[in-house]
């Protein structure tokens, strides 16, 4: 989809080259953005045109045409929703005998239970031949994260019993006639959004072991499921250690259902085997959501820079509602999840061409990282999105604008398949105020065909540019090319090694009339140092096609 030059707001360009003094010199200078907020902000961008006459786009995005996501484009929730089940029969600590269950596990280096922990275990009774009152007893340990989150919660971690009395489609907090210790739980509101579940947290102390009791006697005549539902928040368990390394969670003991009768329903100590009435499992766990959007400058603007290389719209993932106000997302929001939501692209078909020579995606962004647990992963599929290979994921810290940074991968290892997907990934860990945002704009996918022997091929030079030698040259590492432009025009300036491989693109859009010079610093695209060699600058102005050889020693 090359083409459609932007002619309209043409004018603006040369307002904001008029106020700032620019002109295309160097590097930094190229590629002017048309859709500027205001005239003194130049961006770098280039435009989605190219003129480079071999070069074919599969994927030409500027979302500036709706805004929803574009056909074949999905915004997906990697959030791990299947966790495993931790709550277990052990020795480890045990009211008397051997057996209880246990709501943690041993883990590298510790023994507990771990952040986001969502473990139910459910005991189904039936109290169908029940009579009279009938209650449930047992003994338990506790030993959780408490301390004095923001009211109205009163506690971190903790668990709470439940019941259902429609086979587990609803469930109600139960009160034990020795009432609970917290009146609601941080992590059950992290987890669910519902204030006021209470239950236990802390430790016991004295004695270690407390005896719980419930009265279900509401419930005689039918079959009620007892829950026992623990909760835990991202931060401050033994799994991170910044809580105690062995704190423990949650044991139950010597479990037993009976009347004032002394008629026994239910009865276990663990210490045989496991009565099927138990269905120890992980509870649900809340995907984080889609949260890849379109976005337009209604959007909260970051430092107040535009939200889009070309307006009006762009591609974003983070949190506008985020307390910060910079559209940050912010995972210890107290709303909100870890983040691992990814945007994936229409799948890629490298297969349709037998030319094909180098395949390239490349995206202009704008992000903001925190350096520790807001990542930004590039990642590639080659069997319909079941596995994906991380290319490479971002993690420094730092605020980085339209142009800063050059977004470029080669997919040159998936010539010849038809079904490459690729997903740009956002992630933010399971720690406290770890946080991205992250502004796509322009992703384009395209190939370029055999460009060896492209000095016969391709029409003599032209009048309206002028290709110059390279100064200097021999060179080591770094060196000067230099063009003269007769008028204003769509321009690319690309170096290719020796054998004809695209290595790095220094120039890729529209140039003003007049002399031009660009640096080139013996890098590729991705910034690794080129060995010494030949290389060909090549300049591609409208039809034309110069180039100039360079050699590099070093
Ligand atoms: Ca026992
Ligand atoms: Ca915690
Ligand atoms: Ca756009």
Redesign the pocket.
Known sequence: MPGAPLSLEIGIMRIAIALTGLVAIGGAARALDVSLKTPEVVLEAPPLTSALTDTTWLISEDFDTSSALPGGWSSIDYTDVIAPTYWNVNDLNTYGGTGAWWCGTEGDGWTGYG?MWRQQLDLTLDLSSATGITGLTYWQFFDA?WANPEPPDDT??GGTVRVSTDGGTTWSVITPQQTYLYSSIYAFFLQDGTHDIPGWSGRLTSPDWEEVTFNLTPYVGGEVIVRFDFA??K???PEDGI?DPALSAWFIDDVAVGNTSLDVYFEDDMEGALKPEWNPHAGPVTPSGDWWDIVDDSHPQPDGRPVYVSAPNALFIGDPASSQGDGTYYADDHELRPLDNGVELPPIDLSGDPDMETASIRWQERAKRDGVGGYQYFDVSTDGGTSWQEIEYRLEAGTFDWGEEEISYSLNAYIGMSDVRVRLRAGTGTGPEHYLYWYVDNVEVFYTKDATGIEGDLPAIGGKAALHDASPNPFNPRTRVSFTLAETADVSLRIFDVSGRLVRTLLDGRELAGDHSVSFDGRDNKGAALPSGVYTARLVTGETVQTTRLLMLK
């Open positions: 952040n994260e971190w971690d835990s928040d931060f401050a368990s809580y």
